[in-house]
């Protein structure tokens, strides 16, 4: 099947609109150049859009840019127009479709994901019943072989069984696509307005003939609102999504439809479909179609442009970023360079082609978000659903925060290679708190807080922000903010709503939180008890840093004791054979009946996995345990069934689960209990087993970057301590060499000459040169770049970095 035709641009060099494109998707700081040569493959070849779009990965292959505004990707079906193949639209082995969509999130976890708005579908044959009455999609959808599938950095190109393809490549904020069809049938392009993965309150389309463009919008919102554990509190809407599209040739026939009326030749519909699923949506819904006459010419160019602010921020940000004559190559291009220019910030050398593509597609997730939202003259709608603009020293307004997620991992990453990406994302969530009534949301998507999970990492997030020396945002306000957030009860605190999955309450039930020092099980408004001190307990540590680093040492001292808190819910006589994390009433007493196992007082997650959530006092950790022996003999069986073999893809409520956040920083805890070649073991085992490439080489959710960022970390052999803090634990790298290039601030550069799949081990480490006799590094080198030298070996050096006088905390 012929996949795409390039059309010609007309009145513009390839070489000239690439200049052009090149200068409009530049954001914020320009990137260091990319030196490409022969020798030097471009990043961006080595990265795979399909890897982690099976086995739950829940990634999308379509076309985005590096913390882009537009990802237009398909939205799959397997016969139920309210659902799709997987959270976030698209499923590898669903080879259906209904459309390609303008807006999505990587990684997210609840089934159908977020955003997933104005499925474009391209259809052969004529309109003769409204779409949204085809409730199981069998007729304006059409299915695909992977065969005529192929997706590139910026770019993504599919041919449909009915003969129809689409090729498809995007700016920050717009867009351009060519679809063929078929030049002896009917040629249709079907505007599903209504169509977003979670449902809509309302959508609307116009269609001007005369002027060939086709314009809307779309009412939604909702993200986990399906979901069953408190999801029906979130089917709300907080964000209008508007579109502007054009064409470069005329409509042969226009038509709309809401829910099952068809209305041939009319130009105008509105109407949603409500945020329930199944029986109780379809049929509902509104959108349009415009035909062309295939005969004589059977390619179609588009150019679209999208925005959260309004109808002509989305037609200023298609002009602005898309010159009128550049065509799908040149903007695909300018794109394959804007992520050369950002997955550039790691260089790295030797190991195989396998993992680069693993570690290059890894950073390529890490950097799909955070995700603008301001339009091209600096204008968004804030979470108060009012028009504000960024001021001269923010770049931008970034959303798509997946807190409980990404403070693990993503964002010290961020921090790390892009800080100020990092500064304007700082800057953007204390915006939306300041528009929020001083409350920092968990879970932020678009201009609308959701509440999802647990915890408070917006205070982890900042801290670390601040800590790993990003300065480009107000952090004195944010931190006074943050204060008041974990020191001052919030009504929501006392309520119920969205329990347990996605409760109001930032820091629920803070007074007798404050009082207790820990969150009790039956009184605190929350997912689990036992997991809320801890989340809190991370959150207060970071607090506590931050404000040491600012010099106010009195809330240094007060959230230095409140990090201690975990201790009140670690039950030393939990169990015979030693002391769990557990959850506990108001009155004092212990959950029962406990096992390990339970997941009572817990979010998604276990005893034996919360166990160890403790990144901020391992010492403590393992003194309560029964001392460092004890404890690593416990972490030990934490990762290994008793006949002694890996267990690490979850499944095992007892033991360690890469598939999810809570213990991904569970194999790095060897470090700080003197055994660190156990921490390059473990690590290199998750790498080689449970990480791969293909469509199911991520081992769960990606949670919005934070699984493929902690590949990155893994692979360079470098691990955050704990959030609010710049220290990094040192691991084994699998690159002979590589050189972190980070704008405004000095290279990091770690070499590794003897690296391969047999050193797994590390015999020796030099800093700058000088003998390095510790499993971690202080924040000097985060802040001011170094050269780490690891001399690796087949077997594990027992004495390298054991002195319990050096180890992390």
């Known amino acids: 099947m012929r996949l795409h035709r390039i059309r010609a641009s007309r009145g513009v060099t390839a070489r000239s609109a690439a200049a052009i494109l090149a200068t409009a998707l530049a954001i914020g700081t320009p990137a260091p150049a990319v030196a490409t040569s022969d020798a030097a493959p471009r990043p961006s070849t080595f990265v795979d859009p399909l890897l982690g779009s099976a086995n739950g990965g829940n990634t999308y292959p379509g076309a985005t840019l590096p913390f882009g505004m537009i990802a237009w990707s398909p939205t799959s079906t397997t016969g139920d127009q309210t659902s799709t193949g997987a959270a976030n639209g698209y499923q590898y082995d669903t080879t259906r479709i209904r459309g390609l969509s303008l807006t999505h999130v990587n990684g997210a976890g609840c089934n159908p994901g977020a955003a997933g708005d104005v499925p474009i579908m391209p259809f052969v044959g004529d309109v003769t019943s409204s779409p949204s009455a085809d409730t199981k999609d069998a007729v304006y959808a059409a299915d695909f072989s992977h065969a005529d599938e192929k997706a590139t950095p910026g770019r993504y190109t599919l041919g449909l069984a009915s003969g129809a393809a689409a090729d498809l490549a995007v700016s920050k904020r717009a867009g351009v696509a060519d679809f063929s069809f078929p030049g002896d049938r009917p040629a249709n392009l079907l505007f599903r307005v209504s169509n977003s ?45 508007y579109f502007s599209a054009s064409f470069d040739r005329a409509f042969s026939s226009v038509g709309t439809w809401k829910d099952g009326t068809l209305s041939p030749g009319a130009t105008s519909a509105s109407g949603g479909e409500g ?28 150019r679209i442009g999208i925005s959260y602010v309004s109808l002509a921020g989305a037609e200023t940000n298609l002009r602005e970023e898309i010159p009128p ?36 597609t890894a950073l390529y997730h890490s950097f799909m978000q955070p995700n603008l939202i301001s339009d091209t003259d600096g204008r968004y709608r804030g979470m108060d659903q ?44 204390y915006n939306f708190a300041r528009q929020n009534g001083g409350v920092w949301d968990r879970w ?17 997030t900042l801290a670390t922000f601040y800590a790993m020396g990003v300065r480009d945002f107000d952090y004195e306000g944010a931190f006074d903010s943050l204060v008041r957030q974990a020191t001052v009860p919030h009504p929501d605190g006392l309520s119920d709503a969205g329990c347990p999955g996605q409760c109001v309450g930032q820091r629920p039930n803070l ?30 540590s970071a607090l506590a840093d931050w404000a040491r680093l600012l010099g ?36 004092g007493s212990w959950r029962t009946p406990f096992t390990p196992s339970t997941d009572v007082g817990f979010a998604q997650g276990t005893s034996a996995t919360y166990t160890w959530m403790v990144p901020q006092d391992v010492r403590g950790l393992a003194e309560a345990m029964g001392g460092r022996d004890v404890a690593a003999s416990r972490l030990d069986g934490f990762f290994h069934r008793p006949d002694g073999s890996w267990s690490l893809r979850g499944g095992d409520p007892l033991r360690y689960d890469a598939t999810n956040e809570p213990g991904i920083h569970a194999p790095w805890l060897y470090n700080a209990l003197g055994r660190p070649w156990k921490t390059q073991e473990t690590v290199r085992q998750i790498l ?122």
């Not at 969150?519 to 008890?529: E, K, L, R, S, Y």
């Open 386 to 429: 009012a028009v504000h603009r960024v001021t001269s020293r923010q770049g931008a307004q970034y959303s798509n925060f997946s807190g409980w997620d990404q403070y693990r991992a993503q964002i010290q990453l961020l921090a790390l290679l892009k800080p100020k990406v990092a500064g304007d994302f700082a800057q953007s969530l």
């Open 552 to 587: 106010r040492d009195a809330q240094a001292r007060a959230f230095g004791e409140r990090a201690t808190s975990w201790r009140n819910v670690f039950n030393p006589d939990a169990t015979t054979d030693g002391g769990y994390i557990q959850a506990r009433d108001l009155d």
């Open 688 to 809: 080689d087993t449970v990480y791969g490439t293909g469509p199911s080489g991520l081992p769960g959710n990606d949670d919005l970057g934070t699984m493929s960022a902690w590949y990155v970390f893994a692979a360079l052999g470098l691990y955050p301590q704990t959030p609010g803090s710049a220290n990094l634990l040192l691991g084994a790298p699998v690159f002979t060499k590589a050189v972190l290039d980070r704008a405004g601030a000095s290279d990091i550069t770690i070499k590794a000459p003897a690296a391969d799949a047999t050193h797994l081990y590390v015999d020796a480490v030099r800093l700058d040169g000088r003998a390095h006799d510790a499993s971690w590094t202080g924040p000097r080198l985060t802040l001011l770049g170094g050269t780490l030298t690891f001399r690796l070996a087949q077997q594990p050096n027992t004495r390298w970095a054991s002195d319990p006088a050096g180890l992390p905390k």
């Open 325 to 360: 004559q550049a065509g799908v190559a040149q903007v695909a291009e300018a794109g394959a360079r804007a992520w050369d220019r950002e997955l550039g910030t790691v260089r790295v050398e030797g190991s195989t082609e396998a993992r680069r593509t693993a570690f290059y």
């Open 197 to 241: 993965l979670n449902g809509s309150e309302n959508a609307h389309i116009d269609i001007d003939a005369d002027r060939r463009k086709v314009t809307g919008w779309v009412h939604t919102g909702a993200f986990c609102g399906r979901r069953a554990n408190g999801g029906v509190n979130n089917r709300k809407s907080y964000y209008k999504l």
């Open 511 to 540: 007074a007798q939180y404050l009082d207790s020092h820990y969150a009790a099980q039956d009184v605190c408004h929350c997912w689990g008890g036992a997991a809320e001190t801890l989340e809190d307990a991370v959150a207060d």
């Open 444 to 460: 932020v998507h678009i201009s609308g807080a959701t509440h999802v999970m647990t915890g408070d990492p917006s205070a982890a």
């Open 275 to 302: 945020y329930a699923t199944g029986a109780d949506r379809a049929g509902r819904g509104s959108g349009g179609w415009v035909g062309f006459d295939p005969s004589a010419d059977n390619d179609v160019r588009m």
